[in-house]
């Protein structure tokens, strides 16, 4: 079954260094999404990207953050400057589907990000 | 506001046993879609069943299945016959027209704890 990978796994980047995660989605997919989970406690959400284009993004992806998709097959988050309190999982999404389609969003493993 | 809330933070049951995970909602949207997702220790999100607004019966899938009160705003997760591998944390999440329904609203969670 297609899934969306994530890597690397575990990233350490020393605070104020610039991290970028991957993401590959599942081929035929057209949304993206990317959310964070600091530890113990909820998934929240970053950024959503369609058509080549941000479509939404919550208080949190701040100018810090950025998303692009390079080529047709992988998305990726960098964060420019990054902070202590950035440290969290962060999870690549997608799904396939129509603007309001009820399919479900399809996770990658994770990337762990620890920040010191 | 909390548009997803998940009353138990943890929760116990026997192994065989049947449980439970309560799940309340918040939308004014008549079109909207709740999901539940598990994350076990390992960290990965996994899709477990999807409950859209306009669906009439409940959803079920497996040993999962969904008690949708709609006029209560509730999406109940109910797992029959708990393994031991249904020891993790379980997502509440929804899906609505807010900002055109692009992701997904986590809710706090709950994280269940299969006894042998």
């Given amino acids: ?3 969306v990978t994530q890597t ?3 990233q350490v980047t020393q605070m104020g260094q610039e ?9 035929n997919h057209l ?7 600091i530890l113990g406690q909820k998934v929240e959400f970053l950024v959503s990207f369609y058509n080549n284009e ?3 993004k919550s208080e949190i992806f701040d100018d810090q953050f950025s998303v692009e998709r390079p080529d047709g097959s992988n998305f990726t988050l960098k964060i420019r400057s990054t902070k202590l309190e950035d440290s969290a999982m962060y999870f690549c999404a997608s799904r396939e589907g129509g603007l309001l389609s009820n399919q479900p969003q399809h996770f990658g493993d994770g990337t762990r990000l620890s920040i010191l | 506001a909390q548009k997803i809330t998940q009353t138990q933070p943890g929760m116990f049951v026997q192994e065989k ?3 439970t995970l309560d799940c309340t909602y918040d939308t004014s949207d008549q079109s909207y879609g ?3 997702y598990k994350q076990p220790s390992s960290g990965e999100m996994i899709f477990l069943i999807y409950q859209g607004s306009y669906d009439e019966q409940n959803a079920t899938e497996g040993r999962y299945s969904l008690n949708f009160q709609k006029a209560r705003k509730s999406a109940n997760l109910v797992i029959s016959a708990s393994q031991l591998g249904d020891s993790a944390m379980y997502f509440c999440a929804m899906r609505d027209s807010d900002n055109y329904g692009q992701n997904f609203v ?7 704890s299969v006894l042998p």
Avoid at chain 1, 19 to 27: M, T
Avoid at chain 2, 106 to 112: A, C, M, N, S, V
């Fill in chain 1, 31 to 37: 949304y993206f999404y990317w959310y964070r989970q």
């Fill in chain 2, 17 to 19: 046993e049947a449980v």
């Fill in chain 1, 54 to 56: 941000i479509s939404e």
């Fill in chain 1, 19 to 27: 991290v970028i995660l991957r993401c590959v989605p599942i081929s």
């Fill in chain 2, 106 to 112: 986590f809710g706090p969670g709950t994280r269940l």
């Fill in chain 1, 8 to 10: 690397p796994s575990h």
């Fill in chain 1, 1 to 3: 079954e297609p899934e």
């Fill in chain 2, 34 to 36: 709740l999901f539940w």
